[in-house]
């Protein structure tokens, strides 16, 4: 069973997530209206990461015998200056995220609950993972940003990934 606190930080969690998934899709939509779909197809692959994510938490308090508890999701920005603008607002978001995701953990340790803290350990790693993917893209764009040619290359590169939800843990 899980304690009442952390239960509540847990669904907090799981707004964050969706907020996150909101966001990003908020993003992909503005790539979309500057045409750069490869930064769209970027940000829309996020967006699926993230529900991934609001849907483990979600997962794991019903696990746990808790009770899933949805508040509404704040509306998120619609418009960035330019493509380097959005990707900044990313790092900052992922970096804000890491936060919470680091305030769970020492919650869990606070409330002696180890399987809270082994839980929380992959989306610690997943964080680390997160920011990296956003400073790579960052570099490039700092590089680029003289050679407004070079940005279609990149918005090319960008529209290979695909979302690929992580293997069950022991598999």
């Not at 750069?36 to 993230?50: D, H």
């Amino acid at each position: 069973m899980i304690g009442k606190k952390m239960e509540k930080a847990l669904n907090g969690q799981v707004n964050a997530e969706l907020y996150s998934a909101y966001l990003y899709l908020s993003m992909a939509a503005w790539f979309e209206s500057k045409n750069l779909s490869g930064f769209a197809n970027w940000m829309c692959v996020q967006f699926q990461e993230e529900q991934f994510h609001a849907m483990k938490f979600y997962d794991y308090i019903l696990e746990r015998g808790g009770t899933v508890t949805l508040t509404a999701i704040e509306a998120p920005q619609t418009a960035w200056n330019s493509p380097l603008d959005a990707m900044e607002a990313t790092l900052e978001h992922e970096q804000k995220v890491t936060g919470l995701i680091n305030d769970l953990v020492y919650l869990a340790r606070n409330e002696k609950d180890n399987a809270s803290e082994i839980f929380l350990q992959w989306f610690v790693t997943e964080q680390v993972e997160e920011e990296d993917n956003v400073n790579t893209i960052l570099g490039q764009l700092e590089w680029i940003k003289d050679h407004p040619q070079a940005l279609f290359g990149l918005n090319k590169e960008l529209g290979q990934r695909t979302f690929t939800p992580p293997a069950a843990e022991g598999d």
